[in-house]
C-alpha cells in the first residue's frame, strides 16, 4: 500500500511547526537577513549621501535630477523585493481576470493584456500605469507582493512610482523609515480630522505632477484597514451587526472613507485614472471553525523569508475600473485641477467636503464590490481556483545581471569608485 505524501509545510499553521530549523536552513535565514538590510543601507545611503544636496539646491535642474534619482532608489527597492523572493522564497503569481459581471475584462482584452516571450512565458501584463490598487488584506506580506506585481505591469514595470499610506510614526525607523520619506509616501496620524486634509493635499500634488511629467502612478490602498483575523472577525461583525447590514464571511468590511479621498484628489489631476481591484488569496490557509484559514497564522514576513516556507503561489483576480465612468466618487464639477488642497483652507475644498448623500453611494457601491469578492474567496476556498484562464508568473529578475546589482546597491560603491578616480587625476 503506498504511503500518503507527507502534509506540505506551508499548510501547517506556524505554531504546529514545531521542528527545529537545520544549521543550513538558520545559516539562509542569516543570510536573507544581511542581504536585506545592507541592500537597504546602501539605498537609504545613496539618497542622503548624493540625492539629499541635489533638493537643497535652488535650480530646477538640480530638483529634475533628485526626482528621477529617487525613482531610481525607489525601483531599485522594488528589485529588491523581486530577488529577495527569488533567493531566499521562491514563488509565483497565479493572475486571473474577471469575465462577468463589475469590473470584468473582454476575451480580447485579456489577449492583449498579457505580453508573453517566444517560449510562451508571461512577461509583463499591459495594464494602465495610473491607478490606485485596491485588495483584501489576508496577512501582512500583502504589499510585498502587490509592489512584486507592479514589477511586471507595462514593459518597464510601474515599481519606480508606488506610494503607499503608513503611520506617521514609521517614518522616523532608522534606515527604513528614511528611505520611505525619500519615497515620498503618506505619513498619517490616524486623526481623520487631520488626515483627511494631509491625503488630499498630498495624493493631488501626485497626481498633478504625474500627469504633468507623464509618468506612472500607483498608490496602494487596503480599505478593510488591518489583516482579516481571530481577531478582527469580531469586531467586523458588531459593527455590522451595529449598521444592520451583512457582514462578510471571508474577508472585513471595508472601509470607504479614506478611498473616497483618495479618488477624488487623484480623478481630477489623472483624467485616465484607473482603479485595479485585486482579491489575492494564499494555498494552504485552513483552521477548523471558519470557512478559511486566517492567511497570518500561516504566513508571516519571518515565517516567509528566514523560516524558509513561502506560498508556493500568490493566487491575484483582477478586476479593473475606469474611475470616471464607473465609480461613484461624488460631483467633482467644481473642483480645480490645478490647485492642491491645504490645510488652511480645507473648507473650500471640494475633494475634502463630501455631501452625505455622495459617502452614502460611494459606501454601498464599495461594500457591494467586497461582497462580491467575498463570495469569490469562497469559491476558490472550494476550488483552488478563480475560474479558467490562469496565467502563472514566476518572481524573478527578467534583467538578472543588472537588476541585481541595482537592487543590492551596487551603484553606491560605483559611483563613489568613479568620483575617487576623478579626484585621483
Not at 537597504?40 to 541635489?54: E, K
Not at 444592520?244 to 489623472?270: F, H, K
Not at 494564499?282 to 504566513?299: A, F, L, V
Request: hydrophobic share 40%.
Amino acid at each position: 500500500m503506498k504511503a500518503a505524501s507527507p502534509e506540505p509545510l506551508y499548510s501547517r499553521p506556524i505554531s504546529a511547526r514545531t521542528e527545529r530549523l537545520s544549521w543550513r536552513r538558520d545559516l539562509i535565514a542569516t543570510a536573507a537577513a544581511v542581504v536585506f538590510a545592507s541592500a537597504c543601507l546602501m539605498i537609504n545611503a545613496t539618497q542622503i549621501v548624493f540625492l539629499l544636496p541635489l533638493s537643497l539646491l535652488p535650480f530646477t535642474w538640480s530638483r529634475t535630477l533628485y526626482t528621477d534619482g529617487i525613482r531610481f532608489t525607489k525601483r531599485a527597492f522594488g528589485c529588491l523585493l523581486i530577488l529577495m523572493c527569488q533567493w531566499f522564497a521562491p514563488t509565483k503569481l497565479v493572475i486571473t481576470f474577471e469575465r462577468a459581471g463589475k469590473g470584468s475584462f473582454t476575451p480580447e482584452q485579456i489577449e492583449r493584456i498579457v505580453i508573453k516571450d517566444k517560449n510562451d512565458q508571461v512577461v509583463s501584463l499591459d495594464l494602465p500605469t495610473k491607478f490606485i490598487l485596491i485588495a483584501n488584506h489576508q496577512v501582512y506580506a500583502d504589499w510585498w507582493y502587490a509592489w512584486c506585481l507592479t514589477y511586471f505591469i507595462g514593459p518597464d514595470g510601474v515599481h519606480d512610482s508606488v506610494y503607499i499610506t503608513l503611520k506617521k510614526s514609521l517614518q522616523w525607523l532608522p534606515v527604513l523609515g528614511w528611505a520611505m520619506r525619500f519615497f515620498n509616501f503618506v505619513f498619517l496620524a490616524r486623526s481623520w480630522v487631520s488626515d483627511r486634509v494631509q491625503l488630499s493635499s498630498h495624493l493631488s500634488a501626485l497626481g498633478k505632477a504625474a500627469e504633468q511629467d507623464d509618468n506612472p502612478l500607483v498608490f496602494f490602498l487596503y480599505p478593510e484597514g488591518t489583516v482579516v483575523s481571530k481577531d478582527t472577525r469580531p469586531i467586523s461583525k458588531k459593527f455590522a451587526d451595529k449598521m444592520g447590514i451583512d457582514d462578510m464571511t471571508n474577508a472585513l468590511l471595508p472601509r470607504s472613507t479614506g478611498l473616497q479621498y483618495s479618488l477624488r484628489s487623484l480623478a481630477p489631476r489623472v483624467p485616465d485614472l484607473k482603479l485595479l481591484d485585486i482579491t489575492t488569496v494564499y494555498p494552504g490557509t485552513r483552521i477548523p471553525g471558519p470557512p478559511m484559514g486566517y492567511g497570518q497564522s500561516y504566513y508571516t514576513l519571518r515565517s516567509i523569508f528566514l523560516h524558509g516556507v513561502p506560498p508556493p503561489a500568490i493566487h491575484m483576480h483582477l478586476r479593473l475600473f475606469d474611475v470616471a465612468t464607473n465609480v461613484p466618487i461624488g460631483d467633482l464639477s467644481g473642483t480645480k485641477p490645478t490647485a492642491v488642497p491645504h490645510s488652511s483652507s480645507p473648507v473650500e475644498t471640494v475633494e475634502v467636503e463630501i455631501p452625505e448623500r455622495e459617502k452614502e453611494a460611494f459606501d454601498l457601491w464599495l461594500r457591494e464590490l467586497w461582497h462580491e469578492k467575498d463570495v469569490s474567496l469562497g469559491k476558490w476556498f472550494e476550488g483552488a481556483s478563480f475560474g479558467k484562464g490562469s496565467f502563472e508568473i514566476p518572481l524573478r529578475l527578467r534583467n538578472g545581471p543588472k537588476e541585481t546589482c541595482d537592487a543590492l546597491g551596487f551603484f553606491l560603491p560605483a559611483i563613489v569608485g568613479y568620483v575617487w578616480s576623478r579626484i585621483g587625476k
